[in-house]
């Protein structure tokens, strides 16, 4: 127990620290976007700009989730705060759909309107210099969002990949227009808030499906059900049945029934329970076990 203490107050600590991280770099960069978009005129880069705001707001969300589920299992919340995370990674989902409805309002205004942006380097760099951080957020965010299972990390990383593909496609706009081309920075704003709203969708049904209690991936379930397997061939126990798994926020819960010889012993049956347990609560995302023997 000290031990998955321990565990959740590291997570905790790492987790805070990236989304500090993030909130700084998210501000930096808005504020970069929006001069340089306000004096060159440009509503790609204005768009992304609008994106960083957003970012600097689900980064805050991010830091609010993870200290939550920090928190142990209280009186009104016996089994922990796990439902935070995938929470405040479908509300992240939600708010990322509301922006792509308003870049795709203004990119077809600007298509309809027209209107010719400036030319010049300041935009271009400006958008290298974003998406080389991005870059960097979107491996770092995302391998500890796999280590720690965190969904609100791999929000973060996937946040950041649809920074990169964004800025890539304000470039886009911004070199039509220095090529000419002024009705790119418009195309460009508008194939943005599409890559968003897609990215919106995505996110919003990966962690619905957790707050509904869905069954884990196969792999776990395939992970679970050759543990049990091993202790059939062991003869440790004789069969297993109405196995269950399920989420329970970013945490997996498992519930199951086993058979065994109805001549054991009391602290035998005692023993292979807390051996199931511990069993399977080593396998990843798996937190509660809970095990109904049936001698037989």
């Known amino acids: ?6 565990h959740r107050k590291s997570s905790f600590s790492t987790s805070a620290r990236a989304a500090v991280i993030l909130i700084a770099l998210n501000a930096l960069l808005f504020l970069a976007k929006v001069i340089v978009g306000l004096l060159y005129d440009s509503l790609a880069i204005l768009s992304d700009a609008s994106n960083s705001l957003m970012d600097i707001l689900t980064s805050t969300i991010i830091l609010l989730a993870v200290r939550e589920t920090a928190k142990p299992a209280d009186d009104d919340h016996p089994f922990g705060h796990a ?16 922006l792509a409805a308003q ?3 203004e990119a077809v205004q600007r298509l309809m309107e027209g209107g010719e942006p400036l030319t010049g380097w300041p935009p271009v760099l400006v958008l290298l210099a974003v ?20 969904p609100a990390l ?4 996937i946040d950041a990949k649809m920074d990169v593909v964004i800025s890539l496609l304000a470039l886009l706009g911004v070199a039509g227009s220095d090529l000419g081309w002024p009705w790119l ?11 968003i709203a897609w990215t919106g969708f995505s996110l919003g049904r990966d962690n619905i499906v957790k707050l509904l209690g ?3 991936d196969a792999t776990t379930v395939r992970l679970v059900h050759n543990r049990l397997d091993l202790l059939k061939k062991q003869h440790r126990i004789r069969n297993f049945h109405e196995l269950r798994l399920h989420y329970v926020g970013s945490e997996i819960h498992v519930a199951l029934h086993v058979d065994v010889d109805r001549q054991g012993s009391v602290q035998r049956n005692h023993d292979l329970d807390e051996e199931i347990q511990h069993m399977l609560c080593a396998i990843p995302g798996v937190r509660h076990v809970a095990v109904h023997i049936d001698p037989v």
Not at 131 to 143: E, M, N, Q
Request: charged share 15%.
């Open 154 to 157: 791999i929000a973060a990383a």
């Open 185 to 195: 920075d418009g195309f460009a704003a508008l194939l943005i808030s599409l890559w």
């Open 214 to 216: 869905a069954i884990p």
């Open 83 to 98: 439902r935070t995370e995938p929470l405040a990674a479908f509300t992240i989902a939600v708010l990322t759909c509301v």
């Open 1 to 6: 127990m000290a031990t998955s203490i321990f």
């Open 131 to 150: 998406i080389l951080v991005k870059g960097i957020i979107l491996v770092v965010a995302g391998r500890m969002g796999r280590k720690m299972r965190s």
């Open 103 to 105: 870049v795709f309002r």
